[in-house]
């Protein structure tokens, strides 16, 4: 294309006998020599970008990351629009709609039709180094319409590799990737939204961050900034093959949005237990008395059409029992996603198979399953329009472990948009 264009500017100069198009044919020439010199740059910056969003964004659930990548889309489709007022402010949403059935461990079987998901998410470029976001989120009989993330960010990948992030977000732990509908079992006990402060880096397919936060457990009653983590991952890719591989580990794994819940509520139910028993409710803490670190490893790989994850979470040693339990014990909870996906078109349109295996240890007292079998398919019926179906296998742990011993089956069928 470079060459047609050069060759038709010559061809307009030596058509011309004007003395002023022989030098506007060099002042071109440079001209577009310096424009595919800043198209060149515009690119870096923006794979820079990207793999700085990519570092960023661990840990993160899937409905955020669609979010950041539509948004970050928009921004790159607007860099050339000089002088749009919307350059610099970019907004993107998504709505999930599910109807689905349960057949559970025991009781009759539900169904219902429920708005899953409904996120708007809007982001502003405000200079060379301050990005700011900031996310609403609803989900229908889960969370009220409520302030998902809000965060600014302060990075230049031109100048350095280091960037900083700081309000509430999602921390880098663990990866949670999956072509299913259902959020995988890693995510439900290690996801962890909090307003948290935020150091990494990017260097080549290298990329790490540390952070600190306020957690919601006070340990022994101390309102101070205690929690903290770390992450380290390596990602390439190649033509029609990629890569990732991840690290993470967290201080008090009890600080993740569903264990939080969970010691909360036991230990206030033990603190219950102690006043009914008649003993001295000043010998027992309704705040955990100490945090049990968590850690997690993560990997996908993407040969051409297929796809594959792996990711394995666990704490680092055993809660005390006031706080979760496992027969009688303080628990240790971990979980597993093993999942195998393979893209192919159908009448023109991308779409998604993929079975995964997951299952937890010690994890009863969180009401997830021991072992879950999954098997789904994606189509992408319209643009940015696609319809999901999954099917799910779920077996409890066993009466000896304190659970039924049965197995359920769900069905679900999900719409989403994103705009």
Same mark, same amino acid.
């Given at each position: @294309?470079?060459?047609?264009?050069?060759?038709?500017?010559?061809?307009?100069?030596?058509?011309?006998?004007?003395? *002023?198009?022989? $030098?506007?044919?060099?002042?071109?020439?440079? =001209?577009?020599?310096?424009?595919?010199?800043?198209?060149? /740059?515009?690119? +870096?910056?923006?794979?820079?970008?990207?793999?700085?969003?990519?570092?960023?964004?661990?840990?993160?659930?899937? =409905?955020?990351?669609?979010? $950041?990548?539509?948004?970050?889309?928009? =921004?790159?489709?607007?860099?050339?629009?000089?002088?749009?007022?919307?350059?610099?402010?970019? &907004?993107?949403?998504?709505?999930?709609?599910?109807? %689905?059935?349960?057949?559970?461990?025991? #009781?009759?079987?539900?169904?219902? &039709?429920?708005?899953?998901?409904?996120?708007? %998410?809007?982001?502003?470029?405000?200079?060379?180094?301050?990005?700011?976001?900031?996310?609403?989120?609803?989900?229908?009989?889960?969370?009220?319409?409520?302030?998902?993330?809000?965060?600014?960010?302060?990075?230049?990948?031109?100048?350095?590799? &280091?960037?900083?992030? /700081?309000?509430?977000?999602?921390?880098?732990?663990?990866?949670?990737?999956?072509?299913? &509908?259902?959020?995988?079992?890693?995510?439900?006990?290690?996801?962890?939204? $909090?307003? *948290?402060?935020?150091?990494?880096?990017?260097? %080549?397919?290298?990329?790490?961050?540390?952070?600190?936060?306020?957690?919601?457990? +006070?340990?022994?009653?101390?309102?101070?900034?205690?929690?903290?983590?770390?992450?380290? %991952?390596?990602?390439?890719?190649?033509?029609? =093959?990629?890569?990732?591989?991840? !690290?993470?580990?967290?201080?008090?794994?009890?600080?993740?949005?569903?264990?939080?819940?969970?010691?909360?509520?036991?230990?206030?139910?033990?603190?219950?237990?102690?006043?009914?028993?008649?003993?001295?409710?000043? /010998?027992?803490?309704?705040?955990?008395?100490?945090?049990?670190?968590?850690?997690?490893?993560?990997?996908?790989?993407?040969?051409?059409?297929?796809?594959?994850? #792996?990711?394995?979470?666990?704490?680092?040693?055993?809660?005390?029992?006031?706080?979760?339990?496992? +027969?009688? +014990?303080?628990?240790?909870?971990?979980?597993?996603?093993?999942?195998?996906?393979? *893209?192919?078109?159908? @009448?023109?349109?991308?779409?998604?198979?993929?079975?995964?295996?997951?299952?937890?240890?010690?994890? !009863?007292? !969180?009401?997830?399953?021991?072992?879950?079998?999954?098997?789904?398919?994606?189509?992408?019926?319209?643009?940015?329009?696609?319809?999901?179906? $999954?099917?799910?296998?779920?077996?409890?742990?066993?009466?000896?472990?304190?659970?039924?011993?049965?197995?359920?089956?769900?069905?679900? /069928?999900?719409?989403?948009?994103?705009?």
């Amino acid at each position: @294309m470079r060459v047609r264009t050069l060759s038709a500017l010559i061809a307009l100069a030596l058509a011309s006998q004007t003395p *002023a198009l022989a $030098e506007t044919v060099e002042a071109r020439l440079e =001209r577009l020599e310096a424009q595919n010199r800043a198209q060149e /740059a515009a690119l +870096k910056r923006q794979e820079a970008t990207i793999a700085e969003q990519q570092a960023r964004m661990e840990g993160t659930p899937s =409905r955020v990351k669609k979010l $950041e990548e539509d948004l970050e889309q928009k =921004r790159a489709g607007a860099e050339g629009e000089a002088g749009a007022w919307y350059r610099n402010i970019e &907004v993107a949403g998504l709505i999930e709609v599910e109807a %689905g059935y349960v057949s559970p461990y025991e #009781g009759d079987s539900e169904s219902d &039709v429920v708005l899953a998901t409904f996120e708007l %998410g809007i982001t502003s470029q405000i200079n060379d180094w301050v990005e700011a976001g900031a996310s609403l989120l609803y989900e229908q009989d889960e969370t009220d319409l409520e302030v998902d993330v809000a965060y600014i960010t302060l990075a230049n990948l031109d100048v350095t590799p &280091v960037f900083l992030t /700081a309000g509430q977000i999602y921390v880098p732990f663990g990866a949670y990737e999956t072509n299913l &509908v259902s959020d995988p079992l890693t995510l439900e006990i290690g996801e962890t939204r $909090e307003t *948290a402060v935020q150091l990494g880096f990017v260097q %080549g397919d290298f990329s790490g961050s540390a952070y600190l936060f306020n957690g919601d457990n +006070k340990v022994n009653g101390k309102n101070q900034v205690g929690s903290w983590g770390a992450n380290l %991952g390596y990602a390439q890719e190649q033509d029609d =093959r990629a890569w990732s591989f991840g !690290l993470g580990y967290i201080n008090d794994l009890g600080d993740s949005d569903t264990l939080q819940d969970a010691t909360n509520d036991n230990r206030v139910a033990a603190f219950e237990a102690v006043i009914e028993g008649g003993a001295d409710p000043g /010998a027992f803490s309704v705040d955990p008395t100490d945090r049990t670190g968590g850690w997690t490893l993560n990997a996908s790989a993407t040969f051409g059409q297929f796809n594959v994850i #792996g990711e394995y979470l666990a704490a680092t040693d055993t809660f005390d029992s006031d706080s979760l339990s496992f +027969k009688d +014990k303080g628990a240790k909870p971990s979980a597993w996603n093993i999942e195998a996906g393979f *893209a192919f078109p159908v @009448m023109g349109r991308e779409s998604v198979a993929a079975v995964a295996w997951q299952g937890t240890r010690e994890a !009863l007292a !969180l009401e997830l399953p021991k072992e879950r079998w999954s098997v789904g398919w994606s189509i992408e019926i319209f643009d940015r329009t696609s319809l999901a179906f $999954e099917w799910a296998h779920e077996i409890d742990y066993g009466a000896s472990d304190g659970g039924t011993g049965n197995s359920g089956d769900s069905l679900v /069928a999900q719409l989403a948009v994103e705009f």
